[in-house]
Nanobody, 119 residues
């Protein structure tokens, strides 16, 4: 099992920055990818970004490219999402997730952290 705990959400104005953090514990050696997802009110959860835990290669959804950066610190078992130039449409609950080598999809989830961007 892998446990994930997010932090760093909050209420900011459009154009501001926030940095989300996710601390992983448990069987972290089993992690293949870690990522961020978000769910806005009345919408389905959507993929934001992911990172290959060992290689560090990244993928991001088009709507955040150039504004968000995903990174990790393997020594601290931590995942980060640096969010710059935030827009009201970025408002959502952001979830940290992990995918183990044995799983075809993300199979561990954090509790979520709220990000609210006012215009």
């Amino acid at each position: 099992q892998v446990q994930l705990v997010e932090s760093g959400g909050g209420l900011v104005q459009a154009g501001a920055s926030l940095r989300l953090s996710c601390a992983a514990s448990g069987r972290t050696a089993s992690i293949y990818f870690m990522g961020w997802f978000r769910q806005a009110p009345g919408k389905e959860r959507e993929f934001v970004a992911r990172i290959n835990w060992s290689l560090g290669s990244t993928d991001m959804t088009d709507s955040v490219k150039g504004r968000f950066t995903i990174s990790r610190d393997n020594a601290k078992n931590s995942l980060y999402l640096q969010m710059n130039n935030l827009k009201p449409e970025d408002t959502a609950v952001y979830y940290c997730a992990a995918r183990s080598y044995s799983s075809p999809s993300f199979n561990y989830w954090g509790q979520g952290t709220q990000v609210t961007v006012s215009s």
